[in-house]
């Protein structure tokens, strides 16, 4: 049978949604049905996002919260009216030589990748788990890590320990979860062209020696990514769960 990709009746939120692969996650999971709670700290991007997803036929709201704001994320995510699907996107990086990582950029990744993707995590877990039928309903959580969940590259080791940290997030998760039927797993892009990695990539000699390091010789498109999260929240993945998806055109292979 033609595996089913579909997610009609399902809610998800995605967090860090306003722009780059946070708006384009949502927008691939309206397409394939789902109602969508898009979640970040700018409302002006929140606005428009929403619009363009009702102007596509699509159903989403805006949730302005900040991922850090522990107190703000677990009253808002409590009181959605469902959820079904969490998408822990939000995250950033500061690039420094490890002998010089400053503390501010230290806390502040820490804070971010880690502190507040378990906040989110555990908040959406526990709204999916005060439905009574989850247990036959379901669920999926999509943690964002990286291909540097798994290698290192170099002025990175901060943003590096933190993705190692939630692929192990995602398997304790995964087991956890696994009989109340909510299945956990990651998805680890390789470079994709996002406001994030704009001002890295924007340097001639650094994009050259990236692209180089992907053997099928070129940047991931976010529909690349996008591809890999619909396809983890659908019932077409009902048997994976704990498992990390990476989508990098083969640098990890090497």
Same mark, same amino acid.
């Given at each position: ?6 997610l ?5 939120? =995605?967090? +860090?949604?306003?722009?780059?692969l946070?708006?384009?996650?949502a927008k691939?999971l !309206? ?5 969508v =709670?898009?979640m ?20 989403a709201d805006?949730? &302005? ?10 009253a808002?995510i409590?009181?959605l009216?469902?959820?079904d699907?969490?998408?822990n996107?939000?995250g950033?990086?500061?690039?420094q030589?490890?002998?010089?990582v400053? !503390?501010?950029?230290l806390?502040t ?6 502190r507040a993707?378990f906040i989110?995590a555990?908040?959406a877990v526990n709204r999916?788990?005060?439905d009574?039928?989850?247990a036959?309903r379901?669920?999926? =959580?999509?943690?964002?890590?990286s291909?540097l969940?798994r290698?290192?590259l170099?002025?990175?080791? &901060?943003?590096?320990m933190?993705?190692?940290? &939630?692929?192990?997030l995602?398997k304790?998760?995964a087991?956890?979860?696994?009989p109340?039927r909510?299945? =956990?797993?990651?998805v680890?892009p390789?470079?994709v062209?996002?406001?994030?990695t ?7 000699d ?5 692209i180089g390091?992907?053997p099928m +010789?070129h940047?991931?498109?976010i529909?690349d ?8 929240a659908s019932?077409?993945?009902a048997?994976?769960?704990?498992a990390?998806? &990476?989508?990098d055109?083969?640098?990890?292979a090497r």
């Amino acid at each position: 049978m033609t595996p089913d990709f579909r997610l009609e009746g399902r809610t998800a939120l =995605v967090t +860090g949604a306003g722009r780059g692969l946070g708006a384009g996650m949502a927008k691939g999971l !309206s397409g394939a049905g789902a109602r969508v =709670v898009l979640m970040s700290r700018t409302r002006s991007e929140l606005d428009a996002l929403a619009e363009d997803i009702r102007a596509s036929g699509g159903d989403a709201d805006v949730l &302005v919260c900040d991922a850090t704001d522990e107190d703000a994320v677990r009253a808002a995510i409590s009181a959605l009216s469902s959820l079904d699907i969490l998408v822990n996107n939000a995250g950033t990086n500061i690039p420094q030589p490890f002998v010089d990582v400053e !503390s501010a950029a230290l806390d502040t990744m820490l804070n971010l990748n880690v502190r507040a993707a378990f906040i989110v995590a555990q908040a959406a877990v526990n709204r999916m788990l005060k439905d009574a039928d989850r247990a036959t309903r379901g669920g999926a =959580v999509v943690n964002i890590s990286s291909q540097l969940g798994r290698v290192a590259l170099r002025d990175r080791s &901060v943003y590096t320990m933190t993705k190692h940290a &939630v692929e192990g997030l995602t398997k304790s998760m995964a087991i956890e979860l696994a009989p109340h039927r909510i299945r =956990v797993n990651a998805v680890g892009p390789t470079w994709v062209d996002t406001p994030m990695t704009g001002p890295a990539l924007a340097d001639p000699d650094f994009r050259a020696e990236i692209i180089g390091s992907i053997p099928m +010789g070129h940047l991931a498109q976010i529909d690349d990514i996008v591809g890999a999260v619909v396809f983890l929240a659908s019932p077409a993945a009902a048997m994976i769960t704990g498992a990390s998806l &990476v989508v990098d055109g083969g640098w990890t292979a090497r």
